[in-house]
C-alpha cells in the first residue's frame, strides 16, 4: 500500500525566511509525485509533478525537487500570501488514485 | 476556461437523508475521480469513473455510497441514508488520460456536507 507523510504539520516563517518542507513516500513503481497548494475553504491546486529521482521544477518562489524516497518543496523568501497547505500525493504502479500526505500548513508572518 | 465545477458547495443534510453531490470535468477531461476529506486526515481516495464506466472503486464505503458518470451530465456521488460520520468536504477531480505519463489530476472548490 502506498505511504506518504510530510513534515512538519505546521511551520511558521518570517517574511523572507526561505525554509524546506518534506514529503516522505513508500509506493510500488512511482508513476508520479504531486505538490498541491491548498487554501482554507477551497479544492487543491496543482504545483507540480516530478517522475524519477533527480528531477527538480520550480515556480516563482518554489522550487521541488525528487529522490527515491522524499520529495522537498523549497520555499524562497517566501511572503503572506504563500500562506498555505501544501500537500504531497504519488500515484503507484497500476494505481490510477493519489495516495495524498495529512499536509503541511504553512503560515508565513509579514 | 472553466475548471472542475462542482455543486452544490455546501449541503446540509438531516441523519437519514440522501445527498447528491455533482461534478462536472474540465473541458476536454473525460476521468473523474472522487476523494473525501474528513476534519484533521487527507485526502482519500473513493472512486475513479469514465463515461458510462465505474474502472475502480475501491475507495468506496460498501454501503449507502455509489457513484456515476453518464454519457451525458455531470457525475454524480450518491450518499443514501446520511450519518453524522459522513460529515466531510467531498472533491471532485479531472485529468485528460490516466494512462499518459503527463498525468495530473485538477480538483474543483469541494462540496462541504454537514449532517445534522
Known amino acids: 500500500e502506498d505511504q506518504v507523510t510530510q513534515s512538519p504539520e505546521a511551520l511558521r516563517l518570517q517574511e523572507g525566511e526561505s525554509s524546506s518542507l518534506n514529503c516522505s513516500y513508500t509506493?510500488?513503481?512511482?508513476?508520479?509525485l504531486f505538490w498541491y497548494r491548498q487554501d482554507p475553504g477551497k479544492g487543491p491546486e496543482f504545483l507540480f509533478t516530478l517522475y524519477s529521482a533527480g528531477e527538480e521544477k520550480e515556480k516563482e518562489r518554489l522550487k521541488a525537487t525528487l529522490t527515491k524516497k522524499e520529495s522537498f518543496l523549497h520555499i524562497t523568501a517566501p511572503k503572506p500570501e504563500d500562506s498555505a497547505t501544501y500537500l504531497c500525493?504519488?500515484?503507484?504502479?497500476?494505481?490510477?488514485?493519489?495516495?495524498f500526505g495529512k499536509g503541511t500548513l504553512l503560515t508565513v508572518n509579514p | 476556461n472553466a475548471g472542475v465545477m462542482q455543486n452544490p458547495r455546501h449541503l446540509v443534510r438531516r441523519r437519514g437523508q440522501e445527498a447528491r453531490l455533482r461534478c462536472s470535468p474540465m473541458?476536454?477531461?473525460?476521468?473523474v475521480y472522487w476523494y473525501r476529506q474528513l476534519p484533521e486526515e487527507g485526502l482519500k481516495f473513493m472512486v475513479y469513473l469514465q463515461k458510462e464506466n465505474i474502472i475502480d472503486e475501491s475507495g468506496m464505503p460498501k454501503e449507502r455510497f455509489s457513484a456515476e458518470f453518464p454519457k451525458e451530465g455531470p457525475s454524480i456521488l450518491r450518499i443514501q441514508q446520511v450519518v453524522r460520520g459522513d460529515s466531510a468536504a467531498y472533491f471532485c477531480?479531472?485529468?485528460?488520460?490516466?494512462?499518459?505519463?503527463?498525468?495530473?489530476?485538477?480538483f474543483g472548490p469541494g462540496t462541504r456536507l454537514t449532517v445534522t
Open positions: 473541458k476536454g477531461h473525460s476521468h
Open positions: 477531480a479531472s485529468s485528460t488520460d490516466s494512462g499518459t505519463d503527463s498525468y495530473e489530476q485538477y
Open positions: 509506493v510500488s513503481g512511482l508513476r508520479g
Open positions: 500525493a504519488v500515484r503507484g504502479g497500476s494505481n490510477y488514485k493519489l495516495t
